[in-house]
Each structure stands twice: as structure tokens, then as C-alpha cells.
T-cell receptor
Framework: GQQVMQIPQYQHVQEGEDFTTYCNSSTTLSNIQWYKQRPGGHPVFLIQLVKSGEVKKQKRLTFQFGEAKKNSSLHITATQTTDVGTYFCAGIIYGQNFVFGPGTRLSVLP | GAVVSQHPSRVICKSGTSVKIECRSLDFQATTMFWYRQFPKQSLMLMATSNEGSKATYEQGVEKDKFLINHASLTLSTLTVTSAHPEDSSFYIC????????????FGPGTRLTVL
């Protein structure tokens, strides 16, 4: 079946360091969404990418959608303790279902 | 912004009983709502798509007779876990979108179900 994978599974960084999580799909995606889930909280929508090669920025966060629309990345510049949480990508396969990646759990050491 | 609520936030029940979880979109109408299950430290797993006024669409492997979904209005969907067993213990989250299908999803706060 369709699979959406994310690496790394866990990432520990020192505050101020950069962080990147990668999302890869076995199938071409119509679009991809990114979510953040704080410990004990529920997922919160961050962004949606639709176009091949698209790059979007939200303050210190940069999101990319690959040219083949099979992979995506989320990069955080100069992490802060407020960035702690699990980052999920969710791929939408054309005309089909919505598949979440397993998530990357980020911890930021002060 | 769009707000989705869930009730109850936590429920503990005995094995064999049924539990109903409500999902409400508070300030918008949602033609479609989604139900997810999340095991500890794992990703969200889509269980079913709830369509207002029609039958829910269940994902492969999800028992429709065990997880009853009713979408009675444009602001309310309910998930009933029937004849609950300890393995049904989980975190259940609903989401709703402003548009059709897989538009931006707004998640409810989740319901923690513990079956004794």
C-alpha cells in the first residue's frame, strides 16, 4: 500500500542549532501537508504544498516539495525550546486517502 | 480561526460497554470530518471519513460494526466504540476541514479512551 516515511525518527539538538526532517513517499503525491504536535497536544496544521518544487517559508521554518512530488522537507533555522514536538508530514495521493508519516520527534536542549 | 471540539476529553469504561465520542466544529460547517486513532508515540492512523447525511467511509482494517460513525449535522460527528475491549484503549482524534475532501484540517483536542 501507499507509504509515507519520515527520517529521522528522533532528533535532539542544542538550542540555536538547525533541524531538518525529511518526508518520502512511495507514490507521487497531489499535495503534502505538515503538522506539529506538541507533547500531550493535538496536531496543528502548519502548511500545505501543492506545486512541484514549491518552497514556502514561515519565519524560521522552510518547507520544500520535491520536483517529483514524492518527497518534502521541513527545515527549522536556529531552533528554540518552543519548537519541541513531533512534526508529521501527511501525503495526499491523487483521488485517494490521506496518509500520515510516522513523525519526527524533536527535542531542543536549552 | 476554525475550532473543533471533542467530548469527552477522557473516558474510562469497563470492557463490554459502549462509548460515544462527539466531535463538533464550533464556528464553521464541515461537510466532511475525519476520525483518527493514535497509539502512544505513534503517528495518526485514519480510521474513517465521516460524511454528513451519508454513511461513513472506513479505511481498510477498521471494523465498521465496532466503530460506529454518525454525522448527523454539518457541525457534529460522533464515533461510538461498541463492546469496548482493552485493546481499543487509545487516543481518538477527529478533524474537520473548511472545504471539500482533504483541505486544511483542523484537529480536535482528542479523547483518551481507557478500557478496563
Amino acid at each position: 500500500g501507499q507509504q509515507v516515511m519520515q527520517i529521522p525518527q528522533y532528533q535532539h539538538v542544542q538550542e540555536g542549532e538547525d533541524f531538518t526532517t525529511y518526508c518520502n513517499s512511495s507514490t507521487t503525491l497531489s499535495n503534502i501537508q505538515w503538522y506539529k504536535q506538541r507533547p500531550g497536544g493535538h496536531p496543528v496544521f502548519l502548511i500545505q504544498l501543492v506545486k512541484s518544487g514549491e518552497v514556502k517559508k514561515q519565519k524560521r521554518l522552510t518547507f520544500q516539495f520535491g520536483e517529483a512530488k514524492k518527497n518534502s522537507s521541513l527545515h527549522i533555522t536556529a531552533t528554540q525550546t518552543t519548537d519541541v514536538g513531533t512534526y508529521f508530514c501527511a501525503g495526499i495521493i491523487y483521488g485517494q486517502n490521506f496518509v500520515f508519516g510516522p513523525g519526527t520527534r524533536l527535542s531542543v536542549l536549552p | 480561526g476554525a475550532v473543533v471540539s471533542q467530548h469527552p476529553s477522557r473516558v474510562i469504561c469497563k470492557s463490554g460497554t459502549s462509548v460515544k465520542i462527539e466531535c463538533r466544529s464550533l464556528d464553521f460547517q464541515a461537510t466532511t470530518m475525519f476520525w483518527y486513532r493514535q497509539f502512544p508515540k505513534q503517528s495518526l492512523m485514519l480510521m474513517a471519513t465521516s460524511n454528513e447525511g451519508s454513511k461513513a467511509t472506513y479505511e481498510q482494517g477498521v471494523e465498521k460494526d465496532k466503530f460506529l460513525i454518525n454525522h448527523a449535522s454539518l457541525t457534529l460527528s460522533t464515533l461510538t466504540v461498541t463492546s469496548a475491549h482493552p485493546e481499543d484503549s487509545s487516543f481518538y482524534i477527529c478533524s474537520a476541514g473548511l472545504g471539500q475532501g482533504w483541505d486544511t484540517q483542523y484537529f480536535g483536542p482528542g479523547t483518551r479512551l481507557t478500557v478496563l
